[in-house]
Structures are given as structure tokens and as C-alpha cells.
């Protein structure tokens, strides 16, 4: 199977890779694909295991990104419990981790993202649980009971949907986040104190500026987490959620260009003309911003899926859709839009006190650069809608919510 003229593929069978294959097919990709995926299952969603599935309200099915009939029909040849071990550029191939060498005329790196560990003395106790895959989804399913502490480490999106999922499991839980505010690196100032409002309200204690020093336990056992101040939380369970960095070693060791993530064009294209990268794993140009990102998200997994197989099939490729993302954490139901660099104005559109208000971000000339919302769906629509159109707005009547917000957009 050295030969790989008309074949394209697919590394990781993710969001991004599971994706790519269906475009692919629908774009008119006539010859084979075959998906290499180190997890024992097919595509599933991830953004359900630290919501819905950790509280037990969905089957697996529902995970699922398409059902495994999808596959056979569209002669789609899915190796789970394969990793790509090496790519050899020169010879267009890929080699697995069982020796196994699969050619290749085009190949998609959708290896997505892996989780920062803990550096710190009590790393080897138990339980200390991590969120990544269904499996991680599991163990903590596992051990979350009613009446167990559960102290969680970082402050960011899945440890705070971890913290919703196990109050309403009855569970008591603290959340220890280093930075002077939860979410600090991804949400703005006004979100995130509301945010904080609400888990504590909600009875998630939440330690802010604050750093592990250790994680204390006996027999093994975890007991409790250190604080560099001094304190002990005690702890019958620690989940760490410190944010993951880009899996592009693969890539690396293959002499493609990376920089936080492998960087490619705007048509999912890397450094090589046969290689593409996708999803977690790659670093993005936004035209919008001026600047190369690399985004964790459902959207752009989606999106650059698109991009590639747009390519792939020698479509018009796409152009770059305004970056999305949501979190959903108790009743708050967060919609974000759009991407807050160089912001000169944040403009309030609602009532925090009420739960119900979005934050827009303007540039100095008043251009809607992002939004950010809190069960307000329709302000996030349409400020998703203003961010592509590079609308401008009055910041008065955005602030005055008697003022239709479709008003607003022309
Ligand atoms: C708990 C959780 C909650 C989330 N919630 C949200 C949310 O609410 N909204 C949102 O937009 N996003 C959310 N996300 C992020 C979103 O799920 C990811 O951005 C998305 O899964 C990225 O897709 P991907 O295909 O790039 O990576 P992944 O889905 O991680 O897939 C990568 C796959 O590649 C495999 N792989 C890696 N290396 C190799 C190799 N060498 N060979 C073979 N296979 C390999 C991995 O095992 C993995 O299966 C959440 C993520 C998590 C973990």
C-alpha cells in the first residue's frame, strides 16, 4: 500500500479528521481514504464529555460525529487504535506505529491537541484525572459521587464545565486558578466576574491567584492539594485542566514549518504541497485579525476541514469564518464570537444581574471586533454577523437594549 497515488490520508480521526473525510466525499473525492486514529473509537464529539455525558444525560450514539454506517458506505477506511508513528516526505508515505507503511498523494494532519501536565511533588497520587477523551470522561464518572471533594486545578473552560457537571452530580468542589481571574487568558473581564459570581453562587469555591505547590495524599491515596500560600484544600479527587498545547511533534520530526501548532495557509495547506494540518493541531492566518492563531474549537475543526478538502478537490476554498466557540455551565449557556485583539471599547449590552447581557468589543473606530454572550443567542448572532461584515456601531444605543439589536447591524 506504498503507492499512494489517489489516496488521501487522514491522521487522527478527531472533530477535524472525521470532518475531513466527509467533505471530502461530498467535495467529490473519488479515490481512497483511509483515517488513522490512535483512540479505539470512531470520530466522536469531545465538547459533550465534560457536560452532558459526565452528568449521564446522553449514550454514546449521541457522541458520535456520524454513525459507523457512514464510513462503510462512503468506503471510508477507518484504522482506530493506530498511530502514525513517521511521515517520509520524500516517499509520500506514513508509517504506523505496527510497521504498517501507507502511501499517500495527499495527507490531512488532524492530530489535534494534548494536555499540560502537572509539575509538581504528588503527581503519582490517585486519583488525579485529566480531560481529553472519552476515556479520561470515564474515570472521572468513576470516581465523581455525591458528597466528593473534587478539587480541580485551572480555571478555563472544561474545568469549569467539570466544576458545573459535578455540583449537579453533589459533588463539592474547588477550583484553584492561578491567574487574578477565571477564563483570564480567553474572556473578557466583565465575563469573567460573572462567571465567578455565579459558580460561587452555584457553591463551587474558587480559590483565585492562587498556585499548587503540591498535591498531598497517604497510601497512594490523593488527600489534599497545597497551596503556595500555605494552605491545604483537602481532596478525595484532583482534576488538572491547565490547557494543552499543539500535537504537532509528528509534523515537527517531519521538518514541517510549526510554530505553536503547524502553520498553514489559509487553505489548510503546511510548508509541504501534500500535507495539510487541521483543527487543534495547526495555526490558522485570520485576514480579520491581521495574525496567525491557533484555536481549540468545534468551529474551526469544522471550518478548516473544509478548507482542506475544498483544496483537496480542486474547489474554491472558503473564506475564513468568524471564530466561534460556546461553554455551557449550569444555566449560563456562554456564545462567543469573534476574536478580542486591539480592542480600544467593551460595550455592555444587558443585564449581568439578570443573567442575560452580551459583551461586545469594539476597535477604536467602532468596528465590531467580538462578542461574547450569556444566554442572549440573538445578540451573538448578530454580533457574529457585524464581526464579518466589519460593521461599525454606535456604542450608545449598542449599550441601550430598547434599541433592537437587527437595528444595529445595518
Ligand atoms: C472536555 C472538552 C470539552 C470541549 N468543549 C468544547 C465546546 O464546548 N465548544 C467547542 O467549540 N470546543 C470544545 N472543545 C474543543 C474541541 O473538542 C476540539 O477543539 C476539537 O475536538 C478539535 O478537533 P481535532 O480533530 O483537532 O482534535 P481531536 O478531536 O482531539 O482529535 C485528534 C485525534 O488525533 C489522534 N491522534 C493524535 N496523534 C495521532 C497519531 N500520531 N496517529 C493517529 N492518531 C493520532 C488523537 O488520539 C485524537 O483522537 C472541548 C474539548 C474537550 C476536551
Sequence with gaps: MTDGAGRVVIVGAGHAGGSAAAFLRQFGWAGEIVMIGTETLMPYQRPPLSKA???????????????????????IDVRVGATAAAIDRAQRTVTQADGTV????????????????????????????????????????GVLRPGQRLVIVGGGYVGLEVAAS???IGATVTVIEREARLLARVASAALSE???????????????????????????KVAGVRLADGRTIAAD???????AAANDGLARAAGLVCADGIK????????????????????RPFTLYWRDVRLESV??????????????????????????????????????????????????????????????????DGCVQAVEAVNMTPEYMAGRVMIGKRTVVDAVRLADVTVPIKQLMA
Aim: proline share 5%; with cysteine; charged share 20%.
Design 237 to 243: 479527587a484532583v482534576l488538572v485542566g491547565i490547557g
Design 53 to 75: 455525558w459526565l452528568k449521564g444525560l446522553v449514550a454514546h450514539a449521541d457522541l458520535e460525529l456520524r454513525p459507523p454506517t457512514f464510513y462503510q458506505t462512503n468506503h
Design 299 to 364: 468551529g474551526n475543526a469544522v471550518e478548516q476541514a473544509k478548507q482542506a478538502a475544498s483544496d483537496i478537490c480542486g474547489k474554491p476554498v472558503p473564506l475564513a469564518e468568524v471564530p466561534w466557540f460556546w461553554s455551557d455551565q449550569f444555566d449560563m449557556r456562554l456564545q462567543m464570537a469573534g476574536l478580542a485583539f486591539d480592542v480600544a471599547d467593551t460595550v455592555v449590552r444587558g443585564a449581568p444581574n439578570d443573567g442575560k447581557f452580551a459583551v461586545f468589543h469594539l476597535k477604536d
Design 166 to 168: 459535578a455540583i449537579a
Design 264 to 283: 498553514v495557509d489559509a487553505a489548510a495547506r503546511t510548508s509541504d504541497p501534500h500535507i495539510y494540518a487541521i483543527g487543534d493541531c495547526s495555526c
Design 102 to 141: 501507507v502511501g499517500y498523494e495527499r495527507m490531512i494532519l488532524a492530530t489535534g491537541s494534548r494536555l499540560r501536565r502537572l509539575a509538581v511533588p504528588g503527581v503519582e497520587l490517585s486519583p488525579i484525572l485529566e480531560l481529553r477523551d472519552i476515556a479520561d470522561a470515564d474515570k472521572i464518572k
Design 194 to 220: 460573572h462567571v465567578l459570581a455565579h459558580h460561587r453562587t452555584k457553591g463551587v469555591t474558587i480559590e483565585l491567584a492562587a498556585s499548587v505547590a503540591a498535591i498531598e495524599g497517604a497510601a497512594g
